[in-house]
């Protein structure tokens, strides 16, 4: 049996470029003369910028420094140990450049064991542990906390979770055991299970202390302090934690089985990762740790040698480190400065697009429409979101008068746009009527002024050809709803210059938006997948499959929501057009639905009505839908539908529409929410077998979202 240190060696060797964590031991007087006290700190040495994070290597490093206190503790040196973390940062857990790097099932074993093995020491040792959440605290952070006796949270740290469900693995370093015994089953099940599944949401420091988690709460200011100062009476006797006393009935069970449920709405049974969180929680019921230590160690072996967990990390990466730096983006001191927005449209879309600028860029924006009364409801709908954020305390009353005293509406476009630099168009979708504005813009607008089209389908090339300047004009399309999917298309048309480009990447990086470099193809990236995936499952209703069967049947896929009910919030209409749009450019592949043209002509929103609260097939839709006799099975559609994404996503590569299969997984991630466990598509066409079985290959390198060859 190899101890720990050997078993940490070893996993170190594996992974050389490890940012290494040190753990520093210092003494220090208690006051109240509480006795004398070992503090750890956790520090790779960087600022915050670089969080905090355990490795092969940081592990061992907190393994010597527990040699030394456990020396210290036996030979009644000391009275306690505390752990904290650098400034703003505590821990943020287990290094994933380290586990991408894993290709034996042994040495992932090792990871979940050694990190066991070192934290298991602090609740062993025969003094009091205390954590000391000071900042950020994920993944195996929070855990380092659990192993100790006691917690205290500031009340400025701003992140604090369990993410491993979201990226496709289980809280392997005790959080799985831990967490039910310490604050119950159904808390630590929302904290495991149901915010890692809702996009890892995170904790503020009070909510923490309000879940019991943390014995204690302090300000920030002086919180290692006040901690120090709460440690040397709980030492004393003269503050007692009273922790309350675990239901370990049938509200253990419940609370499971509300985890089970939650994962089953949110990943259908396709991701397992949540599945064996759960499985572990259940059997901590019986409170014996090292049963459930053992659990976590051959659940964390078995997610990091699975496709999802590596889908998962792939996903992360697209969108933390793609994201940020575009794939075939100019050089960003080409970009101009923008000074100034003008908006075309003072419609919804137009009034979201106004308020986004207007709060990330704070320069002036004005709104232009075809009469006073819309003019006036852009600026309105814009003066009320931003009396929505004063209202919750987002902004102060002096930032509210400032965004509000920047933002205008006009009729004559050349009164509003003389000295606009960056102007938007957001009208409707027609070819014609976006020339015409154009066309408009162009004669009152500034030599240097970016022309930029939100357009979801059509050319824009054609849309710049009957300008004098066509190569200022840049496609700019965002994502309904603007505010929350962060994915910006910036489409480059055959005329549109470096400094233009640039300047949409460098203003996409004041929205805060993630930036993808498209080619003027119809539809682009998103729109374009999302029909030939709803076309097919059109075509199978059309034929003759019914309604439920083809929802039911891309299931497994875990998207946000079945495809008609998307269907809806897009809006038939759209999706009709946009159908149209490329069924005019690729006839043999996109076809348009009668039976979906019917439900627009007759006005309809969607195929569903809600009366008994979940969806269902709308009579008057049902009468008007003309079917087939062609009935197929749940995999048959399924099939059917992946084998048309995978052609699609294949011949969009081959023309160039994006730089690399890691751009649409990236565009499909956030733009259409479809999950992080299956890294966007092209990871589970890969692994299902769909890619070859089409197009004779894999999207991805080998271990570029799976398991390394």
């Known amino acids: 049996m190899s101890t720990t240190a050997e078993l940490l060696k070893g996993a170190a060797e594996l992974f050389p470029d490890e940012v290494v964590t040190s753990a520093h031991v210092r003494h220090l007087d208690l006051p109240f003369d509480a006795g004398r006290f070992a503090l750890i700190t956790l520090d790779n040495g960087f600022d915050h910028t670089k969080p905090t994070t355990f ?5 061992a490093n907190l393994n010597t420094a527990i040699d030394q206190v456990e020396k210290e503790a036996a030979a009644g040196e000391i009275v306690g140990v505390g752990v904290t973390g650098k400034p703003f940062i505590f821990a943020v857990g287990a290094d994933l450049k380290g586990v991408e790097l894993l290709k034996e099932h042994e040495h992932a074993l090792a990871i979940g064991k050694g990190g066991h093995e070192v934290f298991k020491r602090l609740s062993a040792l025969a003094v009091p542990t205390f954590a000391y959440y000071n900042g950020a605290a994920m993944g195996g952070g929070v855990e380092v906390g659990l192993h100790c006796s006691y917690r205290t949270v500031s009340a400025a740290l701003p992140a604090f979770s369990l993410p491993e469900v979201f990226l496709g693995l289980v809280p392997g370093w005790g959080g799985c055991t831990l967490l039910p015994n310490l604050i119950g089953a159904d808390k630590a099940v929302s904290v495991i299970i149901e915010n890692s599944l809702n996009q890892n949401k995170q904790l503020k420091g009070e909510q923490v202390y309000d879940l019991g988690i943390a014995d204690a709460i302090f300000e920030g200011a002086d919180f290692l302090e006040q901690s120090l100062i709460w440690t040397a009476s709980v030492l004393k006797g003269e503050i007692v934690i009273d922790r309350p006393v675990i239901d370990r009935g049938e509200a253990w069970d419940q609370a499971v089985a509300k985890g089970r449920f939650i994962a089953d709405s949110k990943v259908h049974g396709a991701a397992p990762a949540a599945y064996r969180a759960l499985d572990i929680i259940a059997a901590a019921k019986n409170g014996d740790l090292q049963q459930g230590y053992d659990a976590e160690d051959v659940a964390l072996a078995d997610l990091i040698m699975g496709g999802e967990l590596r889908a998962g990390i792939y996903a992360f990466n697209l969108v933390q480190k793609r994201g940020k730096r575009p794939a075939g983006a100019p050089d960003k001191n080409l970009a101009r400065p923008v ?36 003019v006036d409801k852009g600026v309105g709908y814009v003066h009320a979101e931003i009396d929505k954020l004063l209202l919750k ?36 979708e027609e070819i014609g009527v976006k020339q ?57 048309g055959e005329a549109t210059d470096d400094a233009s480009l640039a300047t949409a990447f460098a203003v996409a990086k004041k929205l805060k938006k993630t930036a993808v470099l498209v080619k003027d193809a119809p539809a682009f990236v998103v729109n374009r997948i999302l029909t030939r995936f709803m076309g097919e499952i059109q075509n199978v209703i059309d034929e003759g499959t019914p309604v439920e069967v083809a929802e039911k049947a891309v299931e497994p896929l875990g998207l946000p929501m079945s495809p008609l009910v998307l269907l809806e919030l897009v ?26 043209a019917a439900v627009v002509k007759a006005g309809k929103r969607g195929f569903y009505v809600y009366d008994s609260g979940k969806p269902e097939l709308d009579p008057e839709v049902a009468a008007l839908l003309k079917q087939g006799d062609v009935v197929l099975t749940e995999e048959q559609v399924r099939a059917r539908v992946l084998d048309a994404v995978a052609q699609e996503i294949g011949l969009m590569l081959d023309e160039g529409v994006v730089a690399e299969a890691q751009d649409i997984d990236l565009c499909l991630i956030t733009g259409a929410g479809w999950p992080f466990h299956l890294g966007g598509i092209t990871p589970y066409l890969d692994r299902e077998g769909v890619s070859e079985r089409v197009n004779g290959k894999k999207f ?10």
């Open 436 to 492: 015409q504005v154009f066309a408009e813009v162009e004669a009152v607008a500034p030599a240097h002024a970016i022309l930029a089209t939100n357009t979801s389908s059509l050319s824009v090339t054609e849309m710049a050809s009957k300008l004098k300047n066509p190569e200022r004009v840049v496609g700019f399309h965002f994502f309904n709803p603007v505010a929350i999917l962060p994915l910006l298309e910036i489409v480059r």
């Open 393 to 428: 305390g987002r902004i102060n009353q002096d930032k509210s008068n400032r965004l509000k005293a920047l933002v205008t509406g006009v009729l004559d476009k050349a009164e509003g746009f003389a000295d606009a630099d960056f102007i938007i168009e957001a009208v409707f």
């Open 571 to 596: 809006g038939p209409a759209i999706g009709l057009h946009v159908s149209e749009t490329l069924n005019r450019a690729f006839p043999d592949r996109f076809t348009v639905s009668e039976n979906l």
């Open 339 to 374: 000074t100034k927005v003008g908006v075309v449209g003072a419609g919804l879309m137009a009034s979201q697009l106004a308020l986004l600028f207007l709060r990330r860029l704070e320069v002036p924006v004005v709104l232009t429409d075809i009469d006073q009364e819309r």
């Open 55 to 59: 490795g092969p290597a940081s592990l």
């Open 700 to 709: 991805l390198e080998a271990g570029v979202a799976s398991v390394p060859a």
